[in-house]
């Protein structure tokens, strides 16, 4: 038997050459399975001695030790423990050329490895979502702009964070060994609490990301709008936008553009709709026969206007040769000054009752200016509205005005102790003059 044999620890006086016992050879009582203890110290060559570098049977298995215990790669640690008498890229070599790349690796190792793992932490939100855990990429802002918001990039934390006291919760936990169950359990939900805050926490931050709201605080918001200019938003979409306010929560910005966008388009095409429809009433079959029905009902529309605005001047030119047809006759309508008359036209007043109000109104001013109680009242048969009109007409600024101004308004002034009108005839004086 050569050098290297394999002794049989089970059957006395039985060893084995290399070739006999690769071959599982049998003899007498000796079977294939039984143990067997190599004799020579592992001092012969495994792969031959075509193989670099030397490497003896013990090196061969001190290697394969190694690299169960330290794990592919960590060829300094796989290096010492083998020997000092091999180097780490002695290590490396020498495993990657006959294990992996070898005969053994392409024995052993398949062309395409089929993956086994199942993926438990849960990326579509789950609470072992990657997503939970992985920081987001830090604002792109200088450093003024960073101080201004109190922002640390290299953490993607803000000095003041949404519920800043969250880590309170948890800040003076501890687990003991005399806690009974229930203390345990109390601990458990604290910490369940301060993870809930910190997912509000980042979805917050992620709101702010996917809205540009940073920008939008900075005002860079606005030079980017003056770049790409997008479509004019209605009146209405914008007040729809703030009645669906409390959906940004729960749709990113891409979608709740998206569904903005459609909603035009569903608009557009339902105007459309209806013009096609309106075409077909018509008769109109043909894309091409609604340009001339488009420009023959602009031109009915123009003449149409056009009538409309000359019988609108005829009917003022007539109004106002009729406007005061109904109290023309009356008495006392020759007293009245053009605004006056227009003021009993309108509230359908005759000029003597008017005149009276008007004196009545006169009276109690200078009665109030000189500090006599006012004790008049103004006619029965007129309503507030109407009492308000004929105090107000007469002047612009309201009854608040001086009563020298007022009754300047009015068309009056004073003459001792009575009142002359500007204009008038000589009744009109003579009712006046009674007026102290």
Same mark, same amino acid.
């Given at each position: ?201 980042? %979805?917050? &931050? ?5 809205? @540009? $709201?940073? =920008? +939008?605080?900075?005002?860079?918001? /606005? ?115 053009? %605004?006056? &008359? ?5 509230? @359908? $007043?005759? =000029? +003597?009752?008017?005149?009276?109000? /008007? ?78």
């Amino acid at each position: 038997v050569s050098p290297l044999r394999f002794r049989c620890t089970e059957c006395a006086d039985i060893e084995l050459c290399p070739e006999c016992f690769s071959a599982g050879a049998e003899i007498g009582p000796h079977r294939r399975w039984h143990g067997y203890q190599l004799v020579d110290g592992g001092r012969f060559t495994l792969w031959g001695a075509e193989a670099e570098g030397g490497w003896s049977s013990r090196e061969e298995q001190l290697l394969l030790d190694a690299i169960e215990q330290f794990g592919f790669g960590n060829w300094e640690d796989m290096a010492a423990h083998v020997g000092a008498s091999r180097t780490p890229q002695e290590v490396m070599e020498h495993y990657v050329s006959m294990y992996i790349h070898g005969n053994l690796g392409k024995a052993c190792i398949p062309d395409t490895i089929p993956n086994r793992v199942t993926d438990h932490t849960c990326p579509s939100g789950g609470p072992l979502s990657p997503s939970l855990t992985t920081p987001l990429p830090p604002l792109d802002i200088s450093v003024a702009e960073q101080q201004q918001l109190g922002y640390m990039p290299l953490r993607d934390d803000y000095e003041i964070e949404y519920d800043q006291d969250a880590e309170t919760l948890i800040s003076g936990l501890s687990v003991n060994y005399d806690d009974d169950d229930v203390e345990i359990e109390l601990k458990r939900a604290h910490v369940d609490m301060y993870v809930r805050k910190l997912k509000e926490r980042q %979805r917050r &931050k992620n709101i702010a990301r996917d809205y @540009n $709201l940073v =920008p +939008a605080f900075l005002g860079k918001d /606005k030079k980017d709008k003056e770049k790409a200019p997008k479509r004019k938003i209605t009146k209405e979409e914008k007040e729809l936008r703030l009645k669906l306010r409390p959906l940004y929560q729960f749709m990113s910005c891409k979608e709740f553009e998206d569904f903005f966008e459609n909603m035009h388009k569903e608009r557009i095409l339902r105007a459309k709709i209806r013009e096609l429809q309106r075409y077909r009433r018509n008769g109109i079959t043909k894309m091409e026969e609604s340009a001339e029905y488009e420009a023959a009902r602009h031109k009915r529309e123009k003449r149409k206007e056009n009538k409309n605005i000359a019988s609108s001047k005829r009917g003022k030119e007539e109004g106002k040769e009729g406007e005061f047809a109904a109290i023309e006759n009356l008495p006392g309508f020759e007293l009245l000054s053009d %605004r006056e &008359k227009v003021l009993c036209s309108s509230l @359908n $007043l005759s =000029p +003597a009752r008017y005149v009276t109000v /008007k004196t009545i109104i006169i009276k109690d001013h200078l009665q109030k200016r000189q500090g006599i109680p006012s004790k008049s009242r103004l006619p029965s048969y007129l309503d507030k509205l109407e009492q308000l009109s004929v105090f107000d007409n007469p002047h612009e600024g309201g009854p608040q005005r001086a009563p020298v101004q007022l009754i300047a308004n009015l068309g009056y002034q004073r003459d001792g102790a009575g009142l002359l009108p500007l204009h008038g005839s000589v009744e009109q004086r003579f009712v006046f003059k009674q007026i102290p």
